[in-house]
C-alpha cells in the first residue's frame, strides 16, 4: 500500500504506536497528540491527504486555528505535532520531505505559573482534615502533594508498595517512566500512616467478600482501578470553596507550583527543585524564579514605606 493510499487515520496510529514504543510517550501525551491531529486531518478533508499536504495547507490551518480563538500555545503545540507526524513519515519513507519543517511558531504566551500563598495551602489543608467524607483519604492526598510537588497522575497511580513501613523517601514514577526519590515530611507521613490504617480495613473487609484487593495507594473500583485525576480535581475545588481559598486558583498543579516556590523561597537551590518535580531541564524549573520576583515585587509595594502614596497635606 503506497503512502497516499493508506487514510491519514492510518498515519496518526502508526505515528502514536510509534510513540509509545520508541519514546515511550506517556497516555496524557499521546492522547494530546491524538486530538491535535485529527483536528488537522478534519480541515485538511476535500483539501489534501498527509501524504500530499503542502507547506500552504499548513500555514492556512494555522491560521484557521488562530480565527477559531485558540491562544498561541495550543497552536505552538499542534504544529510541534504536525512537525513530529511528518518527521515520522519521513523516516518511514512516506514522504520525502516535511512541508512544516520552516514554518516558524506563534510562539507562547509568556505566562508566570499561578501558585499559593502559605496561608492558603494551610487553608486547603486545614479544609482536608475537616472533609465531611474520606477525610483520612482526602487528608493524605493533598499532604503528599504539597509535601512533594508530585503531578496529579502521579499521585492517583501510586502503588500502595511504594508506602509501606513509614517510608521516609516515596518512589515516584514520573513522565517517560523515569523513577526519582521524594522526601516526606513528618506530617505527610502521619497522614500516609492514618490512611493507609484506614485504607487496609476497608480492602479486608472487601476481600472477604470476594473482592481482590488493590495494589494502588488509592484504590476505586473504576475502570483504572485508582482514584481518577478528574475526581481529585473536583475534590480539591470542593476543599478550596470550604477553605475560603479562591476556587480559580486552586488546581493539583498549583499545588505543585507552591511546593516549588515556597522551597525556592526558603533557600533551597533550582538543581535540587528540579530533581524533586523531576523535570529533565533546569530550564523549566527556573520559572519558578520568576514567579518568587514578582512575588517579592508585589511585597516591596505592598509593604515598603517608600513605595505607598503619600498625604502631604
Known sequence: MSAADRPNAHWIQAFLEAQAAELDAAQNTQLAYARDLNDFSDWLTHKAHFANAEKSHVERYLIYCDAQGLSKATRARRLSAIK???????????????????????????????????AEVDSLLDAARAAPRDRDRTTCMMELLYATGMRVTELVSL??????????????????????????????????????????????????????????????????????????????????????????????????????????????????????????????????????????????LDHHPLAKDTDDT
Not at 514554518?103 to 508566570?112: H, T
Open 84 to 118: 513530529q507526524l511528518y518527521r515520522f513519515a519521513f523516516e518511514e519513507g512516506w514522504r520525502d520531505d516535511n512541508p512544516a519543517l520552516q514554518i516558524a511558531g506563534p510562539g507562547r504566551d509568556k505566562r508566570l505559573p499561578k501558585t499559593l500563598t502559605h
Open 159 to 300: 502503588p500502595v508498595s511504594a508506602a509501606r513501613g513509614d517510608p521516609r523517601m516515596l518512589l515516584v514514577r514520573g513522565k517517560g517512566d523515569k523513577e526519582r526519590l521524594v522526601p516526606l515530611s513528618p506530617p505527610a507521613r502521619e497522614a500516609l500512616t492514618v490512611w493507609l490504617r484506614t485504607r487496609d480495613a476497608a480492602e479486608d473487609a472487601a476481600h472477604k467478600d470476594g473482592t481482590p484487593r488493590s495494589r494502588f495507594l488509592f484504590p476505586s473500583r473504576g475502570k483504572l482501578g485508582h482514584i481518577t485525576r478528574q475526581s481529585f480535581f473536583n475534590l480539591i475545588k470542593d476543599l478550596a470553596v470550604n477553605g475560603g481559598v479562591e476556587p480559580t486558583k486552586v488546581t493539583p498543579h498549583t499545588l505543585r507550583h507552591a511546593f516549588a516556590t515556597h522551597l525556592l523561597a526558603g533557600g533551597a537551590d533550582l538543581r535540587s527543585i528540579q530533581t524533586l518535580l523531576g523535570h529533565a531541564d533546569v530550564a523549566t524549573t527556573e520559572i519558578y524564579t520568576h514567579v518568587l520576583d514578582e512575588r517579592l515585587k508585589e511585597l516591596v
